[in-house]
T-cell receptor, first 117, second 112 residues
Framework: SAVISQKPSRDICQRGTSLTIQCQVD?????MFWYRQQPGQSLTLIAT?????????ESGFVIDKFPISRPNLTFSTLTVSNMSPEDSSIYLC??????????????FGPGTRLLVL | SQQGEEDPQALSIQEGENATMNCSYK?????LQWYRQNSGRGLVHLIL?????REKHSGRLRVTLDTSKKSSSLLITASRAADTASYFC????????????FGSGTRLSIRP
């Protein structure tokens, strides 16, 4: 398994500003992902954070709005840019701890609860 | 887009009763995982079942998988107040094994 921490745990932000969320893992992991969970909804994958290269974004998500960094195998950041109230969500980091991409359990961080006013 | 649909969307039962949640999905899968989320917090991994498995147990949890029907069920026996949470299934496919797609979730409430 992997122990994952996220900072901040929650924040209240003004529209038009940006927030960077950090995800730290206690061990090197193969894959890291960022999810969004809008109020009362399920989780939607934003992007796969690739170490040393640009993140791979899912349909409906773009780098200008959600820039992602992954400088090493234990750390990633997600920035929510030019925020609007529609960005109010829980943002979760997840990891695949093993070397195999198949039949692996994904572990999730505690999430960052964001409210945009 | 969501791969799985869960039913019921909400379930309220008496403490001590069994709770059953179902998950249906659309495409062939490599594995299926169940997660629990307490009140908008992070997800806790419960069980992973592979496509060649039909049933798995973990404590009071029992998961079944029927690939012919593209469905899975999560049974929680002898429910407790602490089981109150949202439960999500998530599927991993062969075409993109590292990504999982979440179902819509079931909100479970245990009445004391």
């Amino acid at each position: 398994s992997a122990v994952i921490s996220q900072k901040p745990s929650r924040d209240i932000c003004q529209r038009g500003t940006s927030l960077t969320i950090q995800c730290q893992v206690d061990s090197q992991v193969t894959m890291m992902f960022w999810y969004r969970q809008q109020p009362g909804q399920s989780l939607t994958l934003i992007a796969t954070a690739n170490q040393g290269s640009e993140a791979t974004y899912e349909s409906g998500f773009v780098i200008d709005k959600f820039p992602i960094s992954r400088p090493n195998l234990t750390f990633s950041t997600l920035t929510v840019s030019n925020m609007s109230p529609e960005d109010s969500s829980i943002y979760l980091c997840s990891v695949l701890p093993g070397q195999s991409l198949y039949q692996e359990t994904q572990y999730f961080g505690p999430g960052t609860r964001l409210l945009v006013l | 887009s969501q791969q799985g649909e869960e039913d019921p969307q909400a379930l309220s039962i008496q403490e001590g009763e069994n709770a059953t949640m179902n998950c249906s999905y659309k495409t062939s899968i490599n594995n299926l995982q169940w997660y629990r989320q307490n009140s908008g917090r992070g997800l806790v991994h419960l069980i992973l079942i592979r496509s060649n498995e039909r049933e798995k147990h973990s404590g009071r949890l029992r998961v079944t998988l029927d690939t012919s029907k593209k469905s899975s069920s999560l049974l929680i026996t002898a429910s407790r107040a602490a089981d109150t949470a949202s439960y999500f299934c998530a599927t991993g496919t062969y075409s993109s094994a590292s990504k999982i797609i979440f179902g819509s979730g079931t909100r479970l409430s245990i009445r004391p």
